[in-house]
């Protein structure tokens, strides 16, 4: 029986499939419906529909425990310090609520509030910007709205950075190895980057997929909520119900995923002024 070269190829293709997973995970790359971190799911890992995080300020109440959070993700995720701001690269960092939350301040704001840090972070944004300009896709949204960066894919464009208004992304202008935090520990089980390519906060996606919460989370003693926002069962969603929160530059429609409690305890109507 003769077979041309496309007949051979289709063949191949349908063995391989059938060897790393069966033919329901054949199936299910064809249609799209599987994403590459769900080819071995853990029964563990943590499932969400769209996750987000909530803040309470109020509980944030010295630079030591911002400091603490901010160290965690920075430790976990191999994000070299080079001690400069030319040079620097963040995933998880602070800034005064001024520059934070352009244009929502007002004279009447308790002083405390205007000179407080906040924790700033990516905010996986519903629609995000940085996702529409990548040219080659190393910017991506996941199905449980975490917004992603493959830094093998990366070209360094640096169109993300331009485009996210939120000044979340870090371009590496050096090597990140050669940083000396970095040699002095390095954790051997998430990737390290190489020099001309962005990173920033990926909600921890590897942790989520052994059942573990974000690190700044589990840091932030109580003071971060994570959860699914539309389950609307979920500590987070509680909170959004019950407590008055603000997000970062709402008026852009990216709409993000990080919520600022920054008020008292009680949900907090602000009445329209015409």
Known sequence: MSMNRRDFLKIAGISTAAGIGGTALASGLKKGVLEAAQTAPNTEALAGKRWGIAIDMSKLKSDESIKRITEACHRIHNVPDFSNTKDEVKWIWTETFEHSFPGQEHKFMPEDMKHKPFLLLCNHCDKPACVRVCPTKATFKRSDGIVMQDMHRCIGCRFCMAACPFGARSFNYKDPRLAKNLQEYMNPEFPTRTIGVVEKC?????????????????????????????????????????????????????????????????????????
């Open 202 to 274: 990926t909600f921890c996606y590897e942790r989520l997929s052994k059942g573990l919460k974000p690190a700044c989370v589990d840091e932030s003693n109580g003071a971060l909520v994570f959860g699914d926002l539309d389950d609307p069962a979920s500590e987070i969603r509680k909170i959004l119900a019950s407590k008055h929160t603000i997000r970062r530059k709402p008026e852009l429609g990216t709409e993000p995923n990080i919520f600022y409690i920054i008020g008292g305890n009680d949900y907090a109507v602000v009445p329209e002024i015409k």
